[in-house]
């Protein structure tokens, strides 16, 4: 193999992993083995000052519905920190961070001041159902039932948001990530004491 043809290969692998992590699918699998040979931890960021700024309160035409039929509306909901995990079955970094919110919610499911909403955002219930049966799972899944707002879910899933008991994004989190984190814990308790 001749020097040119080496770099010429070298190149072209080095765009190929460039529009890999580019690519937001790609880019959270990358990152999920990454956090297994511990070079890559996600981090629950709080949103800037800015970001704020153009965060959307909720509203009573924001719900979800879950397996029952029973609709939650986000407006009711003021008064409680509420975890949402916009997800789906078919997505390898969601179903890897899945234990790790099983994990938080057994923690925090007695707390009356926490709510739980694992948006599967197909609304494929017979999968979401066998998934969380399969991976012993006791989560609260829910469906979209209203339009989600761009702030709250960009595109991209896993994405996570915290909101306040005032109804703001107080954390918003796009991509893999480890919510069985003690800080995950202690930033939601914190919440609930605002």
Known sequence: MTPKTKKIIGNSLFVVLILLLIWPTSRAYFQQGLMKI?????????????????????????SFKNDKGEIVHMDD??????????????????VAEMPSIGTLY??????KDVVFLIVEIEGEA???????????????????NSEIPQDWL?????????????????????????????EVFDFIIELTKK
Not at 38 to 62: N, Q, R
Not at 126 to 144: D, G, R, S, T
């Open 77 to 94: 909901l003021k008064g409680k920190v509420v975890f949402i995990n916009f997800w789906a079955t078919w997505c390898p970094p969601c």
């Open 106 to 111: 057994e923690k925090l499911k007695d707390n």
């Open 154 to 182: 960009g595109g991209s899933i896993p994405t996570t948001l915290m909101i306040n008991k005032y109804g703001e994004i107080a954390a918003k989190h796009e991509g893999l990530a480890d919510y069985s984190r003690q």
């Open 38 to 62: 511990g070079l890559f931890k996600p981090s629950l960021e709080k949103p800037k000052e800015a970001d704020l700024k153009k965060v959307v309160p909720t509203a009573k035409a924001i």
């Open 126 to 144: 017979e999968k979401a159902k066998a998934f969380m049966q399969e991976k012993k799972l006791n989560l609260p899944v829910y469906y979209p």
